[in-house]
């Protein structure tokens, strides 16, 4: 519970010396972004396994995964306005993509274009970063890390 409340913290209200969290902590939005690429990926291979076996736990496994990225989004959004919360969920869903396709052309030996999904991947960090209200004058490099 000190985490969530801590998160409140991160974005938009004073830093609490208590906390482990501080203002718009970085290595705590990297942290946050890892989560969410994992838990929209989760949620695509639920729906793969639904896809391919016909078997509906995985159509309730993907709904428990849903909820949690939801859970999670929640708290990490709760300033943002209009679609921008939806947005997030699309940037980390392509970067996801953009990374897997980056190692795939590392794989066969392809380094320009791996480059260029790297390059995506980053832009699409950086405008994840932007959503939550990060920008070159309030970005605090020290975490709790």
């Given amino acids: 519970m000190p985490v969530v409340l801590g998160i409140d913290k991160m974005f938009g209200k004073k830093e609490n010396k ?8 970085v290595g705590f939005a990297e942290d946050a972004w890892e ?5 929209v990926a989760d949620e695509g291979h639920c729906l793969g396994s639904y896809v391919s076996t016909g078997d509906v ?24 306005v209009a679609q921008e919360w939806c947005r997030i969920k699309h940037i980390v869903g392509k970067s996801i993509t953009a990374q897997e396709l980056c190692t795939r052309y590392l794989s066969v030996g392809n ?19 932007k959503i939550l209200g990060f920008t070159k004058e309030n970005l605090n490099y020290s975490t709790s890390a």
Avoid at 57 to 78: F, G, H, Q, S
Avoid at 115 to 124: I, P, R, S, V
């Fill in 18 to 25: 208590q906390m482990k969290i501080v203002e718009k902590d």
């Fill in 57 to 80: 736990k995985y159509l309730r496994e993907l709904e428990k995964a849903r909820e949690l990225r939801t859970e999670v989004m929640d708290i990490l959004a709760k300033e943002i």
């Fill in 35 to 39: 989560f969410l690429k994992h838990a």
């Fill in 111 to 129: 380094l320009e274009m791996a480059k260029k999904f790297a390059d995506y991947q980053k832009e699409l960090y950086l405008s994840y970063l």
